[in-house]
């Protein structure tokens, strides 16, 4: 059967029905660059080796970059019965330069070639990706910087715990985001192998110089063993796998926002511009771009499972099965990237309302662990304070006061331990002063973190 890279022992042609359902050219044509891209060094390498003349290596490459440009500019027409990219560029080839054009293909299989591609397209989304990261990370610290003195609670269970800067909320973020650009990072360097020279799966018989492949192709080193070269996808797992953090950690920051642009909180207003309206409710005005984040967080876990359990049950080598990876993949890396250019944007959109901020630090007994400590400091045992103070709030509360509202003599009554300076322990700024301690919400210490995210960032 003419037409198919694999016609040679096929008598008659292969029914509609399978060529649509084989093919994935619908989506794997988003893989021609790299596609082209490997085929160029491989024809370099076959010319080096004298596999091809230096003049027939010339007449591919000429080939290769004129149907780069078509596909690049729209001008190249796919078609499904030629199944994947790999097979549509290897005809149009052959079509500009006759049978020189299979040529490239001495030595290599889909199998060697599929990997290469995902390998790079992987390699160059996670450089893109970090670079976004980056960008996010600076938006973080712009807002932590607009706000620097804003002091907010913090929460345990969701329940006011103790006040903190908001700058040191923020950046926590920051730290989140670094480990998860380390873990790119780390993923990057086993992305970066590779697997031509395997073949289909046991290694080509040809003098192919891998070596000269893996330095035009800019990768780091080969892989150790053709059949585990043509059948992981261990790379793409990662991969995945980081997208997901990442997008848990934006979506805990987006259910943040969500939260405090709730009329019950308040304590933000984002822009017009970011915002939507009710087409019923013309109150409304609603933070869809976070939820939005958080919602395609689920899309990215999705990705995740669908892979490993697609790869689960393959004995090696290559399966067919295994075309089912790139649309998981294409999915995560457009989903991240969005995700990230969107929320920068979006940080740059947030204006904290102070006042009610102010209000909320001053409501529910923010400052008790500082009176607890205070009471330590004068000798008491920390347990022993710990249930002092809780006596005090109870009082406090049945009057609907807070503990700084309370008067000397009647603080007096729970601990004659209590003097006039427990007034300096009861406000929020002086709780947030005392915690200048490594990785603390103490001002200098977050005047500090930020000045070392913004090196890290500059490096
Ligand atoms: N489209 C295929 C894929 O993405 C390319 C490899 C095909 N190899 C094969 N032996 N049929 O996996």
New binding site residues.
């Given amino acids: 059967m003419r037409g198919k890279l694999?016609g040679g022992r096929f008598k008659s042609n292969t029914d509609k029905i399978v060529d649509d359902f084989n093919a994935?050219i619908h989506f794997?044509k988003r893989l021609f660059r790299e596609d082209i891209e490997g085929s160029m060094a491989y024809c370099k390498m076959l010319a080096k080796q004298g596999i091809i003349t230096k003049g027939e290596a010339a007449t591919i490459l000429n080939a290769l970059h004129e149907i780069y440009g078509e596909i690049e500019s729209g001008n190249f027409t796919f078609n499904e019965t030629l199944?994947?990219?790999?097979t549509h560029i290897e005809k149009a080839l052959v079509e500009k330069i006759g049978p020189l054009g299979e040529a490239i293909y001495t030595g290599r299989?889909?199998?060697d070639?599929?990997a290469l591609d995902?390998r790079l397209f992987t390699k160059n989304s996670t450089i893109r990706i970090i670079n976004l990261i980056k960008d996010f990370q600076l938006s973080l610290i712009e807002l932590a910087e607009k706000n620097q003195d804003l002091i907010m609670p913090g929460y345990t269970h969701l329940q006011r715990a103790q006040p903190v800067l908001l700058a040191h909320h923020l950046l926590a973020y920051y730290e989140m985001l670094k480990r998860d650009m380390e873990r790119y990072k780390q993923a990057l360097k086993r992305t970066n192998v590779l697997p031509l020279g395997s073949a289909?799966l046991g290694g080509t018989t040809f003098n192919v110089d891998r070596e000269f492949l893996s330095r035009q192709l800019k990768l780091e080193t080969i892989t150790a063993n053709s059949m585990d070269a043509v059948s992981d996808r261990d790379y793409v797992l990662e991969f995945i796998f980081t997208s997901a953090l990442l997008m848990m950690h934006l979506s805990r920051l987006c259910e943040e926002l969500i939260i405090w642009s709730t009329q019950e909180f308040d304590f933000i207003e984002i822009s017009d511009a970011f915002a939507t309206g009710s087409s019923i409710m013309p109150q409304k005005k609603n933070p869809d771009i976070p939820e939005l984040i958080r919602g395609k967080t689920g899309r990215v876990y999705g990705n995740l499972i669908s892979l490993l359990t697609t790869m689960k049950g393959l004995p090696l080598t290559?399966n067919?099965d295994?075309?089912e990876?790139?649309e998981p993949l294409f999915d995560t890396v457009d989903t991240v990237k969005k995700s990230l250019i969107i929320f920068s944007r979006l940080l740059k959109e947030i204006d904290f309302k102070e006042e009610n901020i102010k209000e909320a630090i001053e409501k529910g007994y923010l400052v008790a662990t500082d009176l607890a400590d205070y009471l330590v400091s004068k000798g008491m045992t920390f347990r022993e304070a710990h249930h002092l103070v809780g006596d005090m709030i109870l009082s406090a509360k049945k009057g609907e006061r807070e503990l700084h509202e309370l008067d000397l003599s009647e603080m007096k009554r729970f601990s004659t331990l209590i003097e006039k300076d427990v007034y300096g322990w009861l406000d929020p700024l002086s709780c947030v002063n005392r915690r200048n301690i490594a990785g603390g919400t103490g001002p200098e210490m977050v005047k500090k973190a930020l000045t070392k995210a913004k090196e890290e960032l500059k490096s």
């Fill in positions: 694999w994935s794997d199944e994947d990219i790999h299989s889909r199998n070639q599929v995902t289909a290559y067919k295994m075309q990876d790139k």
